[in-house]
């Protein structure tokens, strides 16, 4: 790891001294807040030179559970390597929007001025440029606001928007970004139907867990009930008291045992448990993260 003048680069050495090759590339972009860590990204050329417009991931990634640098995910260990190109569905996911360049020789290219970084406020409510041109006059408050609210949307749609990313990577039917607030998600993504009896794993299908939840068919609850995207949510506590607006303390299993177990309802009934999908390598040894599973039910 260096930090030079011109920003903080990722250095592979190979070899050994005085005879050794080395390779460095920038941290140009990040992906992750940090709380379970983050991946690096840098803008490379193709093997026959031209602009810098693919995107690849860097090697080495932080891994925040363990407070320490980790083989990125698809990298394998101690081997100098660049090259995992980070495809158009990775970005659908990660980022806000994107322009995907058409080359066959190379899936990573994009125009670097359309890329929106981060999951902004037009992910979920749609382009923005005429809603705040609309509101922009004084004291106006058109009724048409020229922007969706998924709230108002019917349940399917609802969960159309959250699965496109928390639904499994599909098989898409349409170009990446295509889909828009309040479309029917088939139209654009084929997603795996698991079955009920198939095992899933905790990491990339959330939306498949919750709906096998008895507390998802007996209502009409999508991710939003307990998941409120406009702020940080990192205290199991607040989604406890999400459960309590439909369960009753004395309800629980352990009440009479135990007593009130209010503020603990989501380590029990929707616990952290190890993916068996995502990993990567440290020090010599495979490590997978946690991930909270959304199927709701009594774990013995």
Request: net charge positive.
């Amino acid at each position: 790891m260096e930090a030079r003048s011109d920003g903080f680069f990722q250095t592979g050495v190979a070899g050994i001294p005085p005879h050794t090759v080395s390779i460095s590339h920038r941290f140009d972009l990040v992906v992750g807040s940090g709380r379970k860590g983050q991946t690096y990204l840098y803008w490379g050329r193709s093997a026959e030179g031209g602009e810098a417009d693919r995107l690849f991931q860097l090697p080495v990634s932080y891994w925040t559970e363990i407070a320490s640098w980790v083989n990125s995910p698809g990298y394998g260990d101690r081997i100098v390597e660049f090259s995992r190109p980070v495809l158009p569905r990775c970005l659908e996911c990660h980022a806000t929007s994107a322009e995907p360049i058409a080359d066959a020789n190379a899936a990573s290219r994009y125009r670097k001025a359309s890329l929106v970084l981060g999951v902004t406020c037009e992910r979920c409510h749609g382009p923005g440029a005429q809603h705040s041109s609309l509101n922009s006059v004084s004291n106006a408050k058109p009724v048409d606001q020229a922007i969706l609210n998924p709230a108002k949307l019917p349940r399917d749609r609802q969960l159309a928007l959250c699965s496109l990313c928390h639904g499994g990577i599909g098989v898409a039917k349409t170009p990446v970004f295509s889909f828009k607030v309040g479309d029917a998600l088939e139209d654009h993504l084929q997603l795996d139907l698991p079955k009920e009896t198939e095992s899933l794993d905790v990491h990339g299908n959330q939306v498949a867990l919750l709906e096998r939840s008895k507390c998802f068919k007996s209502s009409n609850m999508t991710c939003s009930t307990c998941h409120d995207v406009h702020i940080p949510q990192r205290d199991v506590k607040d989604f406890s008291s999400r459960c309590l607006t439909c369960h009753k303390v004395e309800s629980c299993g352990l009440f009479p045992r135990r007593g009130p177990l209010a503020g603990k309802c989501v380590d029990c009934h929707l616990p952290n448990q190890t993916s068996n999908v995502i990993f990567s390598t440290h020090a010599g040894a495979r490590i997978r993260p946690k991930v909270r599973n959304h199927w709701i039910k009594v774990y013995r």
